[in-house]
């Protein structure tokens, strides 16, 4: 499995931005997929996940509905709708993959994946 995360770039306070993450290598009837962050200098944080096939969703708390996790199955891609963005949103951005269905309250935890993507990076200008 492979993961190709798209769509960051440089934006001002209050913007909008989508980011993308294509996976290949691979059809799965259950499977979830989820996005972190890692700011400069700090931990990666979980930021929100989701799952196949009942496409159940989670979130981080820092963002308070300000994001927004999707799938298109035909496309073997989930997506990050970022909204209202904020200076302290800088940083970069990675998803990841497990082809299984996890359990709600293991969806933040980095170890519950298997694959990650490269990043893209996200900076706010205030």
């Known amino acids: 499995v492979q993961l190709q995360a798209s769509g960051g770039g440089v934006v001002q306070a209050g913007d909008s931005l989508r980011l993308s993450c294509a996976f290949s290598?691979?059809?799965?009837?259950?499977?979830?997929m989820a996005w972190f962050r890692q700011p400069p200098g700090q931990e990666r944080e979980f930021v929100a996940g989701?799952?196949?096939?009942?496409?159940?969703?989670t979130y981080g708390d820092f963002h308070k509905g300000r994001f927004r996790i999707s799938r298109d199955t035909a496309q073997n891609t989930i997506y990050l709708q970022m909204n209202s963005l904020r200076p302290e949103d800088t940083a970069a951005y990675f998803c990841?993959?497990?082809?299984?269905?996890?359990?709600?309250?293991?969806?933040?935890?980095?170890?519950?994946?298997?694959?990650w993507g490269q990043g893209t990076q996200v900076t706010v200008s205030s």
């Open positions: 989701i799952r196949w096939p009942d496409s159940a969703s």
């Open positions: 990841a993959a497990r082809p299984a269905r996890a359990i709600m309250s293991a969806m933040a935890l980095p170890r519950t994946y298997d694959f």
């Open positions: 290598g691979g059809t799965f009837s259950r499977a979830t």
